[in-house]
């Protein structure tokens, strides 16, 4: 996995974190809380993030990319209800206004872990980096939990 991730990681990760040694003060200013995955089923080939993301500073910020080193594939997704069908649709950007919160939960927002090599098991930690438009790459860990009925 490292072998074959690891040079376009590379070439995604570094640039990214030039802007946020250079913007501490607005990286800061968002707060990720309760990042979890719920577990899956031994075949399952994905798996959604849950999460809530706090901008608590006074400039407004976007989520535009999403990367894993542990997952082959992470996009950020909103599910919606259309004409009675819930569908997920990629998003290429979520907007985070300046005092305000964004909710990643079921049937909303998620990020979606792709092309699963092994299922998701409980007390697993999947290391995500966030990438925002002004703050820069934010990692958060992800932590696996029971699947609630
Ligand atoms: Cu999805």
Do not use: C, W
């Not at 990286?27 to 993301?53: C, E, F, N, Q, W």
């Not at 300046?98 to 909303?108: L, M, P, T, Y």
């Not at 697993?124 to 438009?133: A, G, K, N, P, Q």
Request: hydrophobic content about 45%.
């Amino acid at each position: 996995m490292m072998t074959r991730f690891s040079s376009r990681l590379m070439a995604l990760t570094l640039p990214a974190l030039l802007p946020l040694a250079a913007m501490a003060d607005d990286a800061s200013a968002l707060r990720i809380s309760d990042p979890v995955i719920y577990a899956t089923p031994p075949m399952a080939k994905a798996a959604g993030g849950y999460m809530l993301v706090e901008n608590t500073g006074e400039t407004d910020d976007t989520l535009v990319n999403v990367t894993s080193e542990d997952v082959p594939m992470v996009q950020l997704h909103r599910s919606m209800n259309v004409d009675g069908v819930m569908k997920m649709e990629h998003q290429d950007a979520i907007h985070i206004p300046a005092g305000e919160s964004v909710v990643f939960k079921r049937g909303d927002y998620h990020v979606m872990f792709i092309k699963l090599d092994s299922p998701m098991t409980e007390g697993d930690d999947i290391t995500v980096t966030l990438e925002f438009e002004n703050a820069g790459a934010v990692p958060v860990t992800f932590t696996v939990i029971p699947r609630p009925e």
